[in-house]
Structures are given as C-alpha cells and as structure tokens.
C-alpha cells in the first residue's frame, strides 16, 4: 500500500497499524523499516524548511509499480510507502518504506530497494529554504 501525505505522520504507529490490519499475525518472520528525516543541512548549507512537491497520480503509480517490482522479486507478504508532500521541517519524518517476509534477507533487500528506488526514480520536487533564500534540490545525496 501507498499513501501520499500533507499532514505530519509517526512511522513507527503507522507500521504497527498497517502491520495489524493488513499482515496476517504468525505468518511473517520478517519487518524491515526505514524512516527518512528531514535534515537541517544539505551540501554545506543550513536548511530551514523543505516544501515537497508531487505530480498527483503519476507519483503515486510509481510508488504502487516499484511495490509491486519489489513483491516480484523478492518472496515478500506486503509492503508500505508512506511519503509526505508539502512544508516539512526538520526532524519530520518525510518517508516510510515497511516491508513484511518470512526471512530477514527478503525483507531486507526489498526495503532498501523501495527507498533506493523512491530516491533516485520517484517524480518528487525539492525546494529547500535557506537563510540566504530558496533553491530547488537537483540531485538527492549519496546512499
């Protein structure tokens, strides 16, 4: 499942909600998580705030297709996208990527390809602002 969101969200209820409702109890073996924080820096500089910006309905079939990729791929039961739009300061968390196995490897590797996937492919747009102003974000850092 995906969700794009405007509102703030804590990832570790959401997991646990999504995880109750949704993952079949005794069957998996397997949660991997990640959680991506706004920082209150990038390339040197401070940053004060981050609006993040969507192309509504083609980044969201994105994010379904690489959950998809992802349950192909790997023997998988679920995953969860949770992704947040809008202003964002630092400290809130902007993603959550959750996936579900029976086996730690499986889950392991389909998180980090979902959050891998979502920050080098995913149609979102960065405007950070600055003490000396704003700027858009052109490339995401490094792994």
Not at 5 to 25: G, K, L, M, V
Not at 59 to 81: F, G, H, S, V
Request: charged residues 25%; glycine residues 6%; hydrophobic residues 40%.
């Amino acid at each position: 499942m995906i969700e794009i969101r405007n509102q703030a969200f804590d990832p570790w209820q959401e997991t646990q909600a999504y995880q109750n409702s949704h993952i079949a109890a005794g069957k998996y073996g397997a949660t991997a998580s990640f959680v991506g924080t706004m920082r209150d820096f990038n390339e040197g500089d401070n940053v004060q705030k981050m609006v993040l910006e969507h192309y509504p309905g083609m980044t969201e079939n994105y994010l379904n297709k690489i959950c998809d990729e992802a349950k192909n791929r790997w023997d998988i039961m679920d995953c969860l996208i949770i992704h947040r739009v809008g202003d964002i300061m630092p400290d809130d968390p902007i993603v959550l990527t959750a996936v579900w196995s029976a086996h730690r490897a499986a889950a392991f590797d389909a998180c980090r390809y979902l959050m891998e996937e979502l920050k080098s492919r995913a149609p979102f747009w960065k405007k950070e602002s600055l003490p000396e102003g704003e700027r858009w974000v052109d490339k995401n850092t490094a792994g």
